[in-house]
Nanobody, 124 residues
Framework: QLQLVESGGGLVQPGGSLRLSCTASSFAFSYYYTIGWFRQAPGKEREGVSRISSNSDSTNYADSVKGRFTISRDNAKNTVYLQMNSLKPEDTAVYYC????????????????WGQGTQVTVSS
C-alpha cells in the first residue's frame, strides 16, 4: 500500500508563490509510479493540474496553469514538488497528489493512490 502525504499549502496573496510537496511511503514510488497533482474547489469537480512520469521524462499541465506551475520529482527523497508561481484567486482549492502506474494523462481514474490534500488559498 502506497501512502502519500501532501504539504506546503497555505494562504498567499495574488501574484505570490507556493511550493507543494508530495512524499511517498515506499521506495517503489520511484520505479513504477506516475504522480499527478489534482485540485478541487468548493462546488466544483476535481480537476487535473499536472503529472510527471516515474523517471521525469514526461510532464503534462492543464492549460489553466501552463507557464505558472512547474512539476518536478526527487526519487531519492520519494518526493514530487509542484512549484506554483503567479497565483490567482481561481487557484484556490484543496490540492491532492495521486500515484498511478504509468498514468499517461490527468484523468483521475488512472490513479490508484491518493493523499489527504492540502489547502491553498489565494486571497488579498
Amino acid at each position: 500500500q502506497l501512502q502519500l502525504v501532501e504539504s506546503g499549502g497555505g494562504l498567499v496573496q495574488p501574484g505570490g508563490s507556493l511550493r507543494l510537496s508530495c512524499t511517498a511511503s515506499s521506495f517503489a514510488f520511484s520505479y513504477y509510479y506516475t504522480i499527478g497533482w489534482f485540485r478541487q474547489a468548493p462546488g466544483k469537480e476535481r480537476e487535473g493540474v499536472s503529472r510527471i512520469s516515474s523517471n521525469s521524462d514526461s510532464t503534462n499541465y492543464a492549460d489553466s496553469v501552463k507557464g505558472r506551475f512547474t512539476i518536478s520529482r526527487d526519487n531519492a527523497k520519494n518526493t514530487v514538488y509542484l512549484q506554483m508561481n503567479s497565483l490567482k484567486p481561481e487557484d484556490t482549492a484543496v490540492y491532492y497528489c495521486a500515484a498511478g502506474p504509468n498514468a499517461w494523462g490527468l484523468d483521475p481514474r488512472l490513479y490508484n493512490y491518493w493523499g489527504q490534500g492540502t489547502q491553498v488559498t489565494v486571497s488579498s
